[in-house]
Nanobody, 116 residues
Framework: QVQLAESGGGLVQPGGSLRLSCEASGLTFSRYGMNWYRQAPGKERDYVAG????????TYADSVKGRFTISRDNAKNTLYLQMNSLKPEDTAVYYC?????????WGQGTQVTVSS
C-alpha cells in the first residue's frame, strides 16, 4: 500500500526558511515523478513543484520560482521542498503527491504558517 508522510512544517517569520520532507513507502520510489501541492484556507489545492523520477527535471509554479527548490533522495525514498524567503501568502497545508497507474496518492499534509 502506497503511503506518503510529510513533515517539517511549522511557524516561521516572513523571510525565513523551512525544509519539508515527504517519506514514501509501498512503491518503488525511484521510478516515479513526485509533486508538491499546497492548499490555503478556503482555496483550492494548487501545484507548487514537481520533479522527475531521477531528479533531472524540475518544474515550479510561478509564485515560488526562485524561492523554493524541490529535490529527492531515492536511496532514502524521500522527497524534499526547501522553502526560502517565505511570505505570508505561502501559508498553507503542503502535500506531496504521486500517481501510480492513474491513481493519485496524497500524504496527510503538513501545515506551514508564515507570520510575524
Amino acid at each position: 500500500q502506497v503511503q506518503l508522510a510529510e513533515s517539517g512544517g511549522g511557524l516561521v517569520q516572513p523571510g525565513g526558511s523551512l525544509r519539508l520532507s515527504c517519506e514514501a513507502s509501498g512503491l518503488t520510489f525511484s521510478r516515479y515523478g513526485m509533486n508538491w501541492y499546497r492548499q490555503a484556507p478556503g482555496k483550492e489545492r494548487d501545484y507548487v513543484a514537481g520533479i522527475s523520477s531521477t531528479g533531472g527535471i524540475t518544474t515550479y509554479a510561478d509564485s515560488v520560482k526562485g524561492r523554493f527548490t524541490i529535490s529527492r533522495d531515492n536511496a532514502k525514498n524521500t522527497l524534499y521542498l526547501q522553502m526560502n524567503s517565505l511570505k505570508p501568502e505561502d501559508t498553507a497545508v503542503y502535500y506531496c503527491k504521486v500517481v501510480l497507474l492513474g491513481v493519485f496518492y496524497w500524504g496527510q499534509g503538513t501545515q506551514v504558517t508564515v507570520s510575524s
